[in-house]
């Protein structure tokens, strides 16, 4: 067995970022560059970049043993690539954010104020992305008999989800999410939901995500069991008072209101 290299001789200097060319980017598959980043001893950099470039290939090669995804490789592949822009999108968040959270140079702030505008681009690309995918974007294969799941977004992960789209996508969204929240046996009861909602409708103000989410499940409590079960749980004032948001479109108010009031 090989003697492991003592400590005094390894490489001299930290390791540093790859420089990525677009178009050879799964040479580069396996750990993030966020997360090598911070492993700046040289020898282990190399090793685990090493070790995600063969865990890929062996992936890649026993790819006809996997299961199939149920809407296929592509869309697969595309809500992956989704997942790393919301990733990039939140590290450059954190960049921008630095300016007053840390001391930087005049030179680190500059970068960190571009680092402001990169995050809305990105946000951008990544919400145009989303309302491509459309509702395959939440939950896609994940069924309440799983036994491995896709996390399903926690309220404040799918209010961003929605924020960026029209309302009639985004309450087709609101459903699925309230569906497959509901198949699962996840988070608090229909009631403990709606008040949290309430709450954070409050906060925003202005109507936005949450007023969707609680007038959906309210319309879809209404569809199953008239006014009893909103009687039930305390909430038949609920949509009149959610409808009463500032900036809540003429026709989504109308809509509602022929539904709830």
């Known amino acids: ?25 799964e040479d580069f598959e396996g750990l993030r560059e966020t997360t090598l980043a911070a492993i700046t001893d040289k020898l282990t950099n190399a090793t685990l970049r090493t070790l995600g470039q063969v865990v890929y290939d062996l992936v890649l090669e026993c790819g006809h043993l996997w299961p199939k995804p149920k809407g296929g490789a592509y869309f697969q592949q595309c809500q992956a690539v989704l997942g790393d822009l919301r990733h990039l999108e939140g590290w450059f968040a954190h960049l921008d954010s630095q300016r007053t959270e840390a001391a930087l140079a005049p030179e680190e702030e500059k970068v960190s104020v571009a680092c402001g505008g990169f995050r809305l681009a990105l946000k951008a690309v990544g919400d145009d992305l989303q309302r491509a995918l459309g509702p395959r974007v939440i939950g896609n294969s994940a069924t309440a008999t799983d036994s491995i799941r896709v996390p399903l977004p926690d309220i404040e992960e799918i209010a961003a989800i929605l924020s960026p789209q029209p309302w009639a996508e985004s309450a087709n969204f609101a459903r699925q999410w309230i569906i497959f929240r509901g198949l699962r046996g996840e988070g608090e009861g229909t009631g403990a939901l709606l008040h949290q909602l309430r709450s954070r409708a409050n906060a925003e103000g202005a109507f936005g995500a949450y007023h969707v989410l609680a007038l959906e499940l309210l319309s879809m409590l209404r569809e199953r069991g008239g006014d009893a079960p909103l009687r039930r749980l305390g909430v038949t004032d609920l949509a009149a008072h959610l409808l009463k948001a500032p900036g809540i479109p003429k026709d989504v108010a109308e809509h509602y209101a022929e539904h709830l009031l």
């Open 1 to 25: 067995m090989a003697q492991r290299q003592p400590r005094d001789a390894r490489p001299l200097g930290a390791a540093v970022p790859a420089f990525i060319l677009p178009a050879r980017f």
